[in-house]
């Protein structure tokens, strides 16, 4: 079955706190499958300027008021929620011609994005306001003058335009990361596919979750928007290269330097490496990943394999097991039972691929597939915008300009044959720049010959072979942790990235002063600023604890028992520990020296309270660094001062960070490093209700 038959609907913006119709009819948007009407779409009248000062001025304030870690819950809770209503997503999904896993990769592997830029938020960045980037800066000898690069939220909006082919999955995509950085966003998505977008916002403004103006709809053309952006602003783009350059020029974004990353054609390659020929585990998974590339979405995926690189020896038995392959996809109604590959999203883009399609045929023949007939299992031909996988072959690659520069968006591909490596690293160059490559090959010089040789061209390379099989996602599903984005004809952008991706909304600036106020802006001790003695820091809970609280221990006299001792207990009797000759030989000692992980240790004996308190677990120590050897008969005192305080919002304790420094009996630093502790955040805990 495919989607029922409904009313056509009138598509809504929702700008400036209200659902707004636009003042026209609207343009009709029809079902891919059945060519019937599915709604109406039109933004005419908007205030576009209001859109925009609504987001800075409503939204703005609220979200930079949370916290990353506010923010982040807020994400989570909103991807539960979308995640429960996922069902009546996937009705509406196959109006757009897209089977039931076609709607798993936008609707689901959408949410799960944003649940994942949750998780990170939680995970890697601190319940603070202010991001510190990188390492501080000592700027004076006397530590009276230091520098510490932040980031901080953009005081603009950002403006996602984005492509029709993965209508919840572009958006979610770009407004975890965006809301994450406390920046509000303007969305406008592809007219072809909008009512599915306008449902999801509909959903996510019906939640409650978000501050009011923190996410903004357009349905419709976006009139002068761009006109009224600064450079505080952000626009993101997904499309076509010359819609995306033409954006980019615009001379608002270029008066005010508005960041602007674009996401284009991507011409991708498959490399099938010299060492998967028929029969071995790689040929086999190249099949089925080209051929899987070739249909899922119906071939409209920026991420898709366009061009297949093989062998020359290779070529006819790869050609015949993808026809084979690509003969066994049923294609028909996305809804119905069997169906492999629904339709293209419109006919005009049925039109477009098989336009597409002649220009290659200038110099590659077919041989799969007929673009001009359909065999179909379900469907009209007439009515719906069906198309058979299509796969050319062109014997002379580097004579084949076509192939490196026409992109037909819909599922075809074309195999080129290579004579060497360095051939399929230069065809695969011939792109001008590409989201991702894939090689194929269970040989570490192939991998690592092709890996390097495409790297510079391609934002992701995938390597495909026998021992990735069953965890790989596959040449063409961008992950939120990886970097979404290439260069060249790619666009020349990042998105996602993990927390890269979230940077992207942030200005970096750096920040010049005395350490103690550097420490009020960031929320973190550095060297230089406040301290306060008194009750040891380990029996303060989180609602005691200060930063800055500092702990200066008694001293210990490290002896050569001690060092033997350690050495034999643990095993560790590496020479310089126990051999005075080997010691003295070598460049950086004048005699035995103690093990660092003694003075770890020690370290560690000298300043822990040892009585139950608020202090529940060490989890580990960060840039461990032994800077002065240590001798036997030297001391060893330390300086426990708290760096930084994090509370967990859904959990009764947080993480605190401590500065560790080891000193020896000349105050010369042995040791530095950050300590993490878990830490209750009230102390004795509170008894639980019942």
Same mark, same amino acid.
């Given at each position: ?12 913006? %929702? ?24 709604? !109406? ?36 809770? +909103? ?9 009546? !997503? ?27 830029f949750a998780s990170k ?23 009276? /003058? ?19 082919? !993965? ?13 994450? #950085? ?24 019906? =939640?409650? +979750?978000?501050?009011?103006? #923190? ?16 450079? $505080? ?64 979405? #119906? ?39 069997? =169906? ?20 290659? $045929? ?23 915008? /069906? ?5 050319? %072959?062109?014997?002379?690659?580097? #004579? ?43 040989d570490k010089a192939v ?31 961008? +992950? ?116 660092? %992980? ?8 000298? !300043? ?14 960060d840039n461990l660094r /032994?800077?002065?050897?240590?001798? /036997? ?58």
């Amino acid at each position: 079955m495919n989607a029922p038959a409904r009313p056509p609907r009138r598509l809504e913006s %929702y700008v400036c706190g209200g659902w707004t119709p636009g003042r026209a009819d609207g343009q009709p948007l029809l079902d891919a499958a059945t060519g019937e009407t599915v709604a !109406f779409i039109d933004s005419s009248g908007i205030d576009f300027a209001a859109v925009l000062d609504h987001g800075r001025r409503v939204a703005g304030p609220k979200l930079r008021a949370m916290s990353f870690h506010d923010r982040a819950a807020m994400l989570k809770a +909103l991807g539960l929620a979308l995640m429960e209503m996922k069902e009546e !997503f996937y009705a509406e999904s196959l109006h757009t011609g897209a089977t039931r896993p076609d709607g798993w990769v936008d609707i689901e592997g959408g949410i799960g994005t944003m649940l994942t830029f949750a998780s990170k938020g939680r995970r890697e960045l601190p319940n603070a306001r202010v991001l510190t980037d990188g390492d501080v800066e000592p700027l004076s000898k006397d530590q009276s /003058f230091s520098a510490q690069h932040i980031l901080t939220p953009l005081h603009g909006v950002a403006v996602h335009i984005n492509a029709f082919n !993965f209508p919840v999955w572009g958006m979610l995509e770009k407004i975890g990361p965006t809301l994450l #950085a406390g920046v509000p966003c303007v969305v406008k998505p592809a007219s072809q596919t909008a009512y599915l977008t306008e449902l999801v916002v509909r959903r996510i403004i019906g =939640t409650g +979750l978000l501050p009011e103006g #923190a996410l903004q709809l357009i349905c419709g053309s976006v009139g002068d928007l761009l006109d009224h952006v600064t450079g $505080q602003d952000a626009v993101t783009f997904t499309g076509s290269a010359a819609t995306g350059r033409k954006l980019k020029a615009h001379p608002a974004v270029i008066a005010n330097s508005t960041r602007f990353t674009m996401e284009a054609d991507s011409l991708n390659a498959a490399i099938l490496g010299p060492d998967a020929v028929p029969g071995t585990p790689e040929f086999d998974l190249f099949v089925k990943e080209v051929a899987r590339e070739m249909t899922v979405k #119906a071939g409209q995926k920026c991420t898709a394999i366009r061009r297949v690189m093989a062998p020359r020896a290779l070529t006819e038995p790869l050609i015949a097991a993808l026809r084979d392959r690509l003969a066994k996809t049923a294609v028909g109604l996305p809804g119905a039972e069997g =169906t492999r590959m629904g339709p293209l999203a419109s006919l005009a883009q049925r039109d477009e691929v098989r336009a597409r399609v002649r220009d290659l $045929q200038a110099v590659a023949e077919i041989v799969a597939g007929d673009p001009g007939a359909v065999t179909l299992a379900t469907g009209d031909a007439d009515r719906g915008a /069906f198309l058979n996988p299509v796969l050319l %072959y062109a014997d002379k690659p580097f #004579a084949a300009g076509p192939v490196h520069e026409v992109e037909a968006f819909g599922p075809v591909s074309t195999v080129l044959p290579y004579d060497d490596l360095d051939e399929a690293i230069a065809l695969s160059h011939l792109g001008k720049g590409s989201l991702v490559a894939s090689v194929f090959t269970d040989d570490k010089a192939v991998a690592e010959e092709v890996v390097l040789g495409l790297a510079p061209f391609h934002g992701r390379v995938m390597i495909g072979n026998r021992l990735s099989a069953k965890t790989s996602t596959g040449h063409g599903s961008p +992950l939120a942790g990886l970097v979404h984005g290439g260069p060249g004809r790619a666009g020349g952008g990042e998105e996602m990235g993990g927390i890269r991706g979230v940077k992207h909304y942030m200005q970096r600036t750096a920040v010049q002063g005395a350490p103690r106020l550097l420490s009020a802006v960031t929320g973190r001790w550095i060297e230089g600023a406040d301290v306060q003695h008194g009750t040891h820091p380990f029996r303060k809970s989180l609602a005691e604890l200060k930063i800055g609280d500092q702990l200066v221990t008694e001293s210990r006299v490290v002896t050569q028992e001690d060092v033997e001792h350690f050495a034999h207990f643990t095993g560790d009797t590496f020479y310089a520990h126990m051999d005075a000759d080997a010691a003295k030989a070598n460049p950086f000692f004048e005699d035995r020296v103690v093990h660092g %992980y003694l003075i770890a240790s020690f370290a560690a004996g000298l !300043f822990v309270e040892p009585n139950p308190g608020p202090v529940l677990a060490n989890y580990g120590v960060d840039n461990l660094r /032994f800077l002065t050897p240590v001798y /036997f008969g030297d001391s060893l005192q330390v300086r426990l001062t708290c760096k930084e305080i994090t509370p967990r919002a859904t959990a009764d304790h947080g993480e605190v960070r401590w500065d560790c420094r080891v000193t020896n009996q000349e105050g010369a630093v042995v040791a530095q490093y950050d300590v993490l502790t878990m830490v209750a955040k009230t102390w004795p805990p509170v008894p639980a209700a019942g």
